[in-house]
């Protein structure tokens, strides 16, 4: 069973950049599609960036030409790049398998975006 660590989370001004990354135990190549999703407080989880195991992209509308994702099979990792950050995307940012799968929920990252 693959194993999922988010890091690279943190307090940002707005205008500001993070690069989060995803971490998993072994090759996600045999997972397919990766996506970083994100829960606000009160909010649902939400999927905001999908990449397919041939780069293939998806965003949500919300992030659309501010955040970039990547992964790098070999090296088992999926990024996020999130740039011009609003603070309307603070919240607790987890990486996943597209559609989601349960047992990879891992404990996630905490973006706060505030001045």
């Known amino acids: 069973q693959v194993r999922l660590v988010e890091s690279g989370g943190g307090l940002v001004q707005p205008g500001g950049s993070l690069r989060l990354s995803c971490a998993a135990s072994?090759?996600?190549?045999?997972?397919?599609?990766m996506g970083w999703y994100r829960q606000a407080p009160g909010k649902q989880r939400e999927l905001v960036a999908t990449?397919?195991?041939?780069?293939?992209?998806v965003y949500a509308d919300s992030v659309k030409g501010r955040f970039t994702i990547s992964r790098e099979n070999a090296k088992t990792t999926v990024y996020l790049q999130m740039d011009s950050l609003k603070p309307e995307d603070t919240a607790v940012y987890y990486c996943?398998?597209?559609?989601?799968?349960?047992?990879?929920w891992g404990q996630g990252t905490q973006v706060t975006v505030s001045s």
């Open positions: 996943n398998a597209v559609p989601n799968d349960k047992r990879y």
């Open positions: 990449i397919t195991s041939d780069g293939f992209t």
């Open positions: 072994r090759s996600i190549f045999s997972i397919g599609a």
